[in-house]
């Protein structure tokens, strides 16, 4: 395969600015290993593997992607209710993110949380979160703990439209602006809060223009374009980085799936509407620019396809094979002296 970057100074659709280094075949395996696993785990749930709630990121992988290409092991992520895409940008195993959502002793959590609390400290991953909202404020505080190690580390909050009209967000924000914290707060803006349009729930829409009202710099970019969003993530990381503080990143995007499995996302959305958004797809299309511009024939997409099956494949039997937790260690980890 040819090297993965696009060289100085290519690039031709003329649609998106030409940014040297963007990675784009590792962000296009990044983004089919986020769809296809999402598309499994949506079978499995269906089959009855997978207990409890899930909400698939389908459609949003270029937000997790663009964002976290930008990050290293140490910074790091704070995620919501819709997290595996976050959890397998940032790092965790294909794995373990698989055996946490069945439940088993082998998750990433040991089993013990499910879709909505994955963790892996050692991936700088600071877990998906039920309540909406609650990751705003952590990140200011996991920014707030490198600072004060004298760290260059950097936290990213993942949240969505419906977190933005939240108290945390305003603190969470307004905290990590006042005292200069290195992180990047992305808004995955895909229209709805469940059902619930954005249009309905707020009378300013436009999320990036409230940065001003924290005097902290903001942009708003197509969240369909995993190019975009890694360009507005390298300038908000590093300035992040260089000590400059906060940015507000607002990423348009939407989710060409129902809220939760179970949710058939129409009712509240028109056909036209999911239609239009379809083919909008981030992954469609940069598998297009991908080969138009040459850094990739069919048959190297094909083949990285394959292994992302694999992978995956990999993933499930582990997952199946894995034991549950064992009950009898149903209280380490709640009390001090259980540890
Ligand atoms: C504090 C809180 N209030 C309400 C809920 C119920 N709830 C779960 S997901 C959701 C909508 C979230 O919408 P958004 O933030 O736009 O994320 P999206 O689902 O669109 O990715 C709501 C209201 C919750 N989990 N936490
Ligand atoms: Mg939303």
Redesign the pocket.
């Known amino acids: 395969m040819p090297d993965q970057s696009r060289a100085q100074g290519s690039g031709t659709d003329g649609a998106s600015p030409v940014i040297d280094g963007f990675p784009m075949i590792e962000a296009y395996r990044k983004m089919v290993l986020i769809r296809r696993f999402e598309l499994k785990a949506q079978d499995l749930y269906r089959r009855g593997s997978i207990p409890g709630f899930i909400?698939l990121?389908v459609g949003?992988e270029a937000v997790a992607v663009g964002i976290c290409l930008n990050l290293k092991a140490d910074d790091y992520v704070t995620s919501?209710?819709?997290g595996h895409g976050h959890a397998l940008a940032k790092g965790i195993p294909p794995k373990e993110v698989m055996a946490e959502l069945w439940g088993r002793s082998t998750g990433c959590s040991g089993g013990r949380g499910g879709s909505m609390h994955l963790y892996d400290p050692t991936a700088g991953f600071l877990g998906t979160n039920?309540?909406?909202?609650?990751g705003i404020p952590m990140a200011a505080g996991a920014a707030l703990a490198g600072q004060l190690r004298g760290s260059d580390q950097v936290a990213v909050a993942f949240?969505?439209?419906?977190?933005?009209n939240?108290g945390?967000f305003h603190e969470g924000i307004n905290l990590a602006a006042t005292w200069n914290l290195p992180v990047v707060f992305v808004c995955?803006?895909?229209?709805?809060?469940?059902e619930?349009p954005?249009a309905t729930a707020t009378r300013n829409r436009d999320v990036a223009s409230r940065g001003a009202a924290y005097g902290i710099p903001s942009e708003s970019v197509d969240g369909n374009d995993v190019e975009a969003v890694w360009a507005a993530a390298k300038r908000a990381v590093s300035r992040a980085r260089a000590g400059e503080g906060p940015t507000l990143v607002e990423c348009r995007t939407y989710?060409l799936v129902g809220?939760?499995e179970g949710d058939p996302g129409s009712g509240y959305r028109s056909k036209e509407e999911v239609e239009a958004w379809r083919r909008r797809c981030p992954i469609t299309s940069l598998r297009a620019k991908a080969l138009e511009e040459h850094l990739a024939s069919e048959a190297d997409l094909n083949s990285l396809e394959d292994e992302v099956d694999s992978v995956l494949a990999d993933a499930v039997r582990f997952a199946d094979a894995s034991p549950w937790p064992d009950a009898a260690e149903a209280f380490k980890h709640v009390f001090p002296d259980q540890r």
Do not use: C, I, P, Q
């Not at 039920?130 to 609650?134: E, R």
């Not at 949240?159 to 933005?164: L, P, T, Y």
């Open positions: 909400h990121y949003e919501t209710h819709r039920g309540m909406v909202a609650a949240f969505g439209d419906g977190a933005v939240h945390a995955e803006n895909n229209l709805y809060a469940t619930t954005f989710r809220h939760h």
